[in-house]
C-alpha cells in the first residue's frame, strides 16, 4: 500500500474555523493520520507541502456535463428562455461530443479544486447505456469523482409547462405539439441496463438518475425512476421549484407543490436531492428534512436565470442536508467552486429582513460545499480526518490571494477564485500537479473544443434560427404562469 506523508502545510480543520500546521499521512486512497509537524514516518514518500494551505477537495453538489461544449452561449435567459434554447445549444452529439464535454467539464473542475460531482447528464431523446459508458470514462481519464446521473424526462419543455403549445400561434404551435422524447419504457429499460452492468463505481463514477424536472415526467415515469433507485441504490437528483413559473405550473397540474406531489408517488429518501430549490415552501422543507433529503444549492445559476435565492438557511435549520453546486455551463458558464461558495455567503444576506445569525459564515460555507456536497453524493471525503478519502487541493499561500494569510475559511470564501490551486489528490493519487491535469492533453482537449463547438453551431443554425422566434413568446407565457403561484407565497424570511 503506497504511504505518502504531506509535511510543512496549514491544515483546514474540521471545522473550516482554523488551519494549524499538520502534517498527512496518507494510506492507499485514504487519510491515516493526521500529525503534529516533523512527525517521523517509517516507509512514506514524503511531499514537501511547505507555504501551502490543504483543504478538502470542494464537492459540486449539481452540475451538468454536457453543458461544457455550450458555455457562453446565452445572455439575456431565464430557465424557461434556456430550455426554449436546449435543442440547439445540446443538439447534435454523438459519442465523441459526449465523452469531449464531460471531459471538458471535469478538467474544468479539476483545476478549480473540486474532486467530485453529481453530474446530470443530457442525451436525446434518451440515454443509452453507450453514452453514459464514454462519459464515466471521461472522469475516470482525469481522474474526477462522480455521481453520473442520466436527466431523464418523457414529456417535452412545451408538453410539460400548462398551455404553452396553445399559446403558441401557427406554424409553431404544430413544430412544438409533433415534439417528443423517447418511451418511457425505453427510457427506463437503458437505465436498467446500464446499472445493471454499471463497472465503473470502482473507479469512483456511481450511476444515478435524474427525472430532470417534475413537469416534464408523467407520474407512471417517475415511478419507474423510483423503482430504479431503490433497485440498484441509485442516487436520485431533480431540479424542484426551480423557477416560479414551474412552480406555478406544479399548483396548476397537481393542486399542490411540485415537491408535495413527488412525496405522494414515494420518490422523497435518503437517496433524494433537490437542485435549486428557489420556491419550495416550509412544508417542503418540513418533508424534505423529514424523509432524510437534501438540498443543492445553486446561487449562481439561481441568479444567471433571475430564478430567485433559494431558502438555503430555512432548509439548514428544517433539517435538510445543503450543499452547494455550479449547476451547468450553459446556466452558469463555469465550474468554479470558489464562486459558488462566495455567491451562496452574498445571497444570504439579500433575504429581507435578514440579519446576521441568518447569513451564511464563511466557515460554514465551506462545509456545506465539502461535507454537504459529499453527503449528497453519498461520498465519506469533505473533512480531513483520519479514515476519510484521500480526496486533498494544496492552495499556494505565495499566490496574490494569499498574501497575506489572514483568515483560511474567509479568504477561500471572499478572495479565493481558483487560481491558487496548485495540486490536487483525489484517493491518494496526484492528478493535477503544479496546476497540469496529468490524465488529459489540455492543448489537444481545446483544439478538439473549439472544433466541436463550431461543427455543431453550423449543424444547429436553423434549430437555433426557430427557438430564436418563439422565445419571446414562451417568455410571455411563463412569466404570466409564475403569478399564478398563489399556494405558499414565497418565503419571505429565514
Known amino acids: 500500500m503506497t504511504r505518502i506523508l504531506l509535511t510543512g502545510a496549514h491544515v483546514l480543520a474540521s471545522d473550516a474555523l482554523s488551519a494549524p500546521f499538520a502534517d498527512i499521512l496518507v494510506e492507499g486512497d485514504r487519510i491515516a493520520a493526521l500529525l503534529p509537524p516533523g512527525t517521523a514516518v517509517e516507509d512514506a514518500a514524503r511531499h514537501d507541502a511547505s507555504r501551502r494551505l490543504i483543504i478538502p477537495g470542494l464537492v459540486n453538489g449539481h452540475t451538468h456535463g454536457h453543458g461544457a461544449l455550450s458555455k457562453g452561449a446565452g445572455d439575456k435567459w431565464d430557465l424557461a428562455l434556456l430550455l426554449t434554447h436546449a435543442p440547439w445549444i445540446s443538439g447534435g452529439r454523438g459519442l465523441e461530443e459526449k465523452r469531449l464535454s464531460t471531459t471538458l467539464n471535469a478538467v474544468e473542475m479539476l483545476k478549480k479544486g473540486c474532486t467530485a460531482g453529481f453530474d446530470l447528464a443530457f442525451e436525446f431523446p434518451a440515454p443509452s447505456v453507450e453514452g453514459l459508458n464514454v462519459m464515466a470514462e471521461a472522469y475516470r481519464a482525469v481522474g474526477l469523482r462522480a455521481v453520473l446521473a442520466p436527466m431523464v424526462a418523457d414529456l417535452t419543455f412545451f408538453q410539460a409547462t400548462p398551455g404553452l403549445i396553445a399559446a403558441l400561434p401557427e406554424p409553431h404551435r404544430s413544430r412544438a405539439a409533433g415534439m417528443s422524447m423517447a418511451k418511457a419504457d425505453a427510457i427506463l429499460q437503458s437505465i436498467h441496463d446500464a446499472a445493471r452492468d454499471w463497472s465503473h463505481a470502482v473507479h469512483g463514477v456511481r450511476l444515478g438518475v435524474a427525472p430532470t424536472i417534475p413537469l416534464h415526467c408523467s407520474d407512471e415515469f417517475m415511478t419507474g425512476c423510483r423503482d430504479l ?266
Open 229 to 494: 433507485s431503490e433497485r440498484f441504490d441509485l442516487p436520485m437528483q431533480t431540479h424542484v421549484a426551480e423557477a416560479r413559473y414551474q412552480a406555478g405550473g406544479g399548483e396548476e397540474r397537481y393542486g399542490t407543490t411540485l415537491l408535495a406531489h413527488m412525496d405522494s408517488l414515494g420518490l422523497i429518501g435518503p437517496r433524494f436531492s433537490v437542485a435549486h430549490g428557489v420556491w419550495l415552501t416550509e412544508d417542503d422543507l418540513a418533508t424534505l428534512a423529514t424523509r432524510g433529503g437534501g438540498l443543492s444549492h445553486n446561487p449562481g445559476a439561481n441568479m444567471r436565470l433571475a430564478s430567485g435565492i433559494a431558502p438555503a438557511r430555512a432548509a439548514i435549520r428544517a433539517g435538510v442536508t445543503v450543499g452547494i453546486g455550479t449547476d451547468g455551463s450553459s446556466s452558469s458558464d463555469n465550474q468554479n467552486m470558489f464562486e459558488s461558495m462566495r455567491l451562496a455567503a452574498f445571497a444570504s444576506r439579500l433575504w429581507d429582513g435578514a440579519t446576521e445569525d441568518d447569513w451564511l459564515g464563511t466557515a460554514e460555507t465551506v462545509r456545506l460545499a465539502t461535507e454537504g456536497s459529499a453527503r449528497l453524493l453519498g461520498l465519506e471525503s469533505g473533512v480531513i480526518a483520519a479514515g476519510k478519502l484521500a480526496d486533498l487541493v494544496l492552495l499556494d499561500l505565495d499566490h496574490i490571494n494569499w498574501s497575506p494569510l489572514n483568515n483560511a475559511a474567509n479568504q477561500l470564501v471572499w478572495t479565493e477564485d481558483g487560481s491558487a490551486v496548485r495540486d490536487v489528490m483525489i484517493g491518494g493519487d496526484w492528478k493535477l500537479r503544479d496546476r497540469r491535469v496529468l490524465g488529459v492533453d489540455e492543448a489537444a482537449l481545446a483544439g478538439q473544443a473549439q472544433e466541436a463547438a463550431e461543427r455543431l453551431a453550423a449543424l444547429n443554425a436553423p434549430t437555433r434560427e426557430w427557438c430564436e422566434t418563439i422565445a419571446p413568446m414562451v417568455a410571455c407565457h411563463c412569466r404570466a404562469l409564475a403569478g399564478r403561484f398563489t399556494r405558499a407565497k414565497r418565503l419571505l424570511a429565514q
